[in-house]
């Protein structure tokens, strides 16, 4: 995939957001229209005085991040693009929007590592091991969380946990994982210029062809999930993905509901039973007040078909029923922010 310039070079087309664009405090830029600006610094959003970002320059903005894709945001006003830094950009013009709308979320300038997170109060030194049994025994591992609640950040740390001499093949619709490893293999989804898009739902059914010991899905949002179901069912075990939920128990139904999507979706009673042969352990990320941390962990022990009901324990709880399901943190650490 062509890609676009980096954060530095959409210097000239946004006036008023030089500083922002060279902070590497800054994850985050979202531009809500002309002189609408918003920026997340330090897990804290705040609003930015741009007076002199009017419309015009943000339509020779988005024209300049589309250009090197072979798209014209007019005929496609709905784009994502990566740039060449590594950063992410999403922008809608009208008719989508009233307004052009960028937001930008640069690419972190630093990997924290499992234990890192421990020493800075996101990742209990129980769930680390709780997720080090999980990998080591060959079992697989779901991170669920909101948007910007840190579930890439995590599973960056996961990976680490995976043997050195074992083989990964990671598949992302964007490439943001840090992955240093010499046996990795790494899939891109999205491919704009080709007649017939990439999807992520290829590239998982694809991976199985190049002998993965380990399978990394970045984000799992559809279909795909029937896919990457079957793949950790059938001998891929210690793999890990992420998906967009509320909670940990909420994450497993998501999963199960995007397999569902797939046009040769099982029935959901057999879906669900193969979310609970597939997942051993959900860790539920959340943000609050500015702060990233482990919220939940939760074994996956079986579905109840009657009740519509899963099946978990905390980790190494033993048998379900026998002990109450436990919040990891009721509240985030202190002055945390990975």
């Avoid at 999403?90 to 300038?109: M, Q």
């Avoid at 080591?136 to 001499?165: C, F, H, M, W, Y």
């Amino acid at each position: 995939m062509k890609r676009a310039s980096g954060v530095g070079h959409l210097t000239p087309f946004l006036p008023g957001l030089e500083k922002l664009l060279g902070d590497p405090e800054v994850s985050e830029i979202m531009i809500n229209g002309p002189a609408n600006v918003w920026v997340e610094r330090a897990g804290r959003l705040e609003p930015h005085e741009a007076p002199e970002l009017t419309a015009a320059w943000l339509h020779r903005a988005a024209i300049h991040i589309a250009r090197p894709l072979g798209l014209d945001p007019v005929a496609r006003p709905i784009l994502d693009a990566r740039l060449e830094d590594g950063s992410r950009v999403a922008i809608c013009t009208p008719p989508a929007s009233p307004e052009v709308a960028i937001t930008i979320r640069r690419f972190g300038g630093r990997a924290f590592s499992a234990e890192d997170l421990v020493r800075l109060g996101s990742l209990p030194e129980d769930i680390l091991e709780a997720a080090r049994s999980t990998l080591a025994s060959r079992q697989n591992i779901l991170v669920s969380g909101g948007t910007g609640s840190g579930k890439t950040t995590l599973l960056n740390a996961l990976i680490e946990l995976l043997p050195e001499d074992e083989r990964i093949v990671a598949i992302e619709d964007t490439l943001e994982l840090r992955i240093d490893r010499a046996n990795c293999l790494r899939f891109e989804a999205g491919a704009i210029l080709s007649e017939t898009p990439v999807e992520i739902r290829d590239l998982v059914r694809h991976a199985l062809r190049h002998r993965p010991d380990h399978i990394v899905v970045g984000e799992v949002r559809g279909g795909e999930a029937a896919d990457l179901l079957q793949a950790l069912n059938t001998g891929h075990g210690g793999s890990l993905t992420t998906i967009h939920a509320n909670n940990a128990r909420s994450a497993l139904s998501r999963l199960a509901s995007c397999a569902m999507q797939a046009g040769d979706a099982l029935p959901w009673e057999v879906t669900c039973r193969g979310v609970v042969d597939g997942i051993a352990l959900v860790l539920h990320v959340a943000r609050r007040r500015g702060q990233r941390f482990v919220e939940d962990a939760l074994d996956v022990c079986g579905y109840d078909a009657p009740t519509g009901h899963w099946i978990t324990a905390p980790p190494g709880a033993g048998p379900p029923g026998t002990q109450p399901e436990r919040r990891t943190h009721t509240h985030p650490p202190k002055e945390v922010n990975p």
